[in-house]
């Protein structure tokens, strides 16, 4: 427990818990299979497995926010990564892509059917076209320019969103496509999220990686795991060169 810090640079408390595997997680009820799992399940399971979602079950309706209680009317969902070499969303198009389309059938029963768009780069438009059914693919390009969050949002609503702006506010919720996927992976399991993608490159490497890492796992540590040397001084950039 100490201090640390908020984006928007307030001082909070913070605590680390450090884990060394899962056999203390507690397991809840698994649902293994969406489709056939009712609304109210989807959301009890959601709120249980501690999601952050406006979509809470009756006994907590209380708790909804002003903004939480507008509700969603269109889901974007990002598959596209800020700029080159980072390769992370993308995964969720192939890898991945079967907890992606669970997880969009079960964000749409629970929000009402309502439209989903999903952002994706323009060589994988026609893949998620087919692998994707019943949502809206919105292609961009690869630069900087086509995949920043804000710009993309305001071509899709026709309203620019600054950083400190909340687009559920609106009624637009804005998934990453990673973050989206792992809703399908955690129900499935019973199970809270443990871990995410991270891409990783160094002057040393001959072309960049994509690691799972465990939440709150240091960066030297993963430095270190892909022999990556690093002294006093040196600078890691996050986030990626244009945008970190």
Not at 122 to 144: C, D, Q, S, W, Y
Not at 200 to 215: C, F, G, K, S
Request: charged content about 25%; glycine content about 8%; hydrophobic content about 40%.
């Amino acid at each position: 427990i100490g201090p640390g810090h908020c984006w928007n640079g307030s001082e909070v408390l913070m605590l680390t818990i450090r884990r060394t595997g899962d056999d203390d997680m507690v397991k809840v009820r698994e649902i293994p299979d969406m489709e056939t799992a009712s609304r109210d399940e989807l959301i009890q399971m959601l709120s249980d497995l501690g999601f952050d979602s406006p979509w809470k079950p009756e006994s907590l309706q209380h708790l909804l926010s002003d903004t939480e209680k507008v509700p969603v009317k269109k889901i974007i969902v990002r598959a596209v990564d800020l700029e080159p070499p980072l390769s992370v969303q993308r995964r969720f198009l192939t890898e991945f892509l079967g907890d992606l389309r669970e997880s969009i059938a079960g964000v749409k029963k629970i929000s009402g059917d309502v439209p989903v768009v999903v952002v994706v780069h323009r060589e994988m438009a026609e893949t998620a076209r087919k692998e994707l059914p019943g949502v809206e693919i919105f292609p961009v390009g690869n630069n900087h320019l086509d995949t920043n969050p804000m710009l993309t949002l305001q071509k899709i609503t026709g309203k620019f969103y600054s950083f400190h702006d909340n687009p559920l506010a609106d009624g637009i919720m804005v998934f990453s496509a990673e973050d989206l996927a792992f809703i399908a992976r955690c129900l499935h399991k019973g199970k809270s999220r443990t871990n995410k993608l991270i891409t990783v490159y160094a002057p040393e490497m001959d072309r960049p990686v994509t690691v799972r890492v465990r939440l709150g796992t240091p960066v030297k540590h993963v430095l270190s795991e892909l022999g990556i040397k690093y002294s006093t001084g040196d600078r890691i950039i996050l986030n990626g060169v244009l945008t970190g």
